[in-house]
Structure formats: C-alpha cells, structure tokens
C-alpha cells in the first residue's frame, strides 16, 4: 500500500530564512506526488506536484520540491520563509488507478517575524 | 474559472439525524471524490466518483454514502449520525485525462454533531 509520512508535527522558522518540510513516501511504482497548504478554516490550497521529468520542482508562492528516488523523499523549500507561509502543509501521494489522494499527517509550519 | 463550491459551509446536527453536503466541482471536471478530515484521523479518502459512478471507496460504515449527477456535481450523505462525524468534510474535483491530474479542494463543509 502506498504512503506518506510527514516526520515533523511542528516546524519553527524566522521569516527571511529558509524553510524545509519534509516528506518521505512508498509506493510500489512511480510515484505522483504532492503538497497542499492550509489556512485556518479553509480547504486545502494546491502548491506543486511531482509527476515525471525534473527532481527539482517548483510551485506557487515560491515554495519548490526537490524529489529523490533513492531516498524516497519529497521535501518541500522555499529560500526565505514568510510570516504568511505560516499554516498546515500536506505531503500526499496519489495511489494508481481511481483518484485517490493518500495524506501525510500533515505539519504545521510557524514562521516568526 | 470559478472554483471547487460546497454546500452548505457549516452544519450543526444531533445524533441520530442525517445530512446531505453538496460540491460542484471545477466546470468540466468528471471527478469528485471525497474526503473527512478530524484532528485525531487526519485527511481521510470517502469515495471517489466519475461520470456518476462510485469507482473508489474508504473505509468507511455504510452510514456514508454520495452520489454524482449528470452534470458531476456530487452529494454525500450520512445517516444515523454519531458524536464521532464531526469533522471537515472537504470535496475535490480534477479532470482526470491523466494520473498526474491535481485534485483542486473546495473549502470544505464543517459538521458539527452535537
């Protein structure tokens, strides 16, 4: 069965520093990954996925993923971290077959000005 | 475009009753699928639906049913609610022309069970 898993609960940054959230995953064949952020209250806010192509991978917001095979990790990064980047962000793989997304326990990163 | 909608945002019910949450996806996407998201399970796949056909399913009780019309909007009902069915219930619609296609989120349905 495919899986993520988001090892941090928690993530503390200033803002104007660089900012990691991590994301291991398994899957049994090539893997489409992804990472949604959200607000309080709100659905979930696609920012970049991986589907085939290029490890490094950029999105919205100027967030960006680098994708390793042999490590089987799919950390999302953004150069200089924001007091608005401060929300809950979620690792998902999308099982084959029928639309379905697989959700890391997601990791609530706090940006401190 | 206009986005993922869902009807209606906030819901406040008892035990015992049921409830019908409403989405309409994204204009001309085929796929709907459904998700219930608590502090303690985390984001957790309902069911998925295309061309109004259930083709994938949790795990979860009967109690927990949808549908998909011609037009792809998509309901999901709970019956016989628990204390337990409070949560965010969010909807999610993609094209799905390929197995990369992104899920776009609607901003959710928030139960209360009371």
């Known amino acids: 069965a495919q899986s993520v898993a988001q090892p941090e609960d928690q993530v503390n940054v200033a803002e104007g520093n660089p900012l990691t959230v991590k994301c291991t995953y398994s899957?049994?064949?090539?893997?489409?990954l992804f990472w949604y952020v959200q607000y309080p209250n709100r659905g979930l806010q696609f920012l970049l996925k991986y589907i085939t192509g290029d490890n490094l991978v950029k999105g919205s917001y100027g967030f960006e993923a680098e994708f390793n095979k042999s490590q089987t990790s799919f950390h999302l990064k953004k150069p200089s971290a924001l007091v608005s980047d401060s929300a809950l962000y979620f690792c998902?793989?999308?099982?084959?077959?029928?639309?379905?997304?697989?959700f890391g326990t997601g990791t609530r990163l706090q940006v401190f000005p | 475009k206009a986005g993922v909608t869902q009807t209606p945002r906030y819901l406040i019910k008892t035990r015992g009753q049921q409830v019908t949450l409403s989405c309409s996806p994204i204009s001309g996407h085929r796929s709907v699928s459904w998700y219930q998201q608590t502090p303690g399970q985390g984001l957790q796949f309902l069911f998925e639906?295309?061309?109004?056909?259930?083709?994938n399913k949790g795990n979860f009780p009967g109690r927990f049913s949808g549908r998909q019309f011609s037009n792809s909007r998509s309901e999901m009902n709970v019956s016989t609610l628990e204390l337990g069915d409070s949560a965010l219930y969010l909807c999610?619609?993609?094209?799905?022309?390929?197995?990369?296609?992104?899920?776009?989120f609607g901003p959710g349905t928030r139960l209360t069970v009371l």
């Open positions: 998902a793989v999308r099982e084959s077959g029928p639309d379905k997304l697989i």
């Open positions: 899957v049994s064949g090539n893997p489409y």
């Open positions: 639906y295309f061309s109004e056909t259930q083709r």
């Open positions: 999610a619609s993609s094209s799905q022309t390929s197995g990369g296609d992104t899920q776009y």
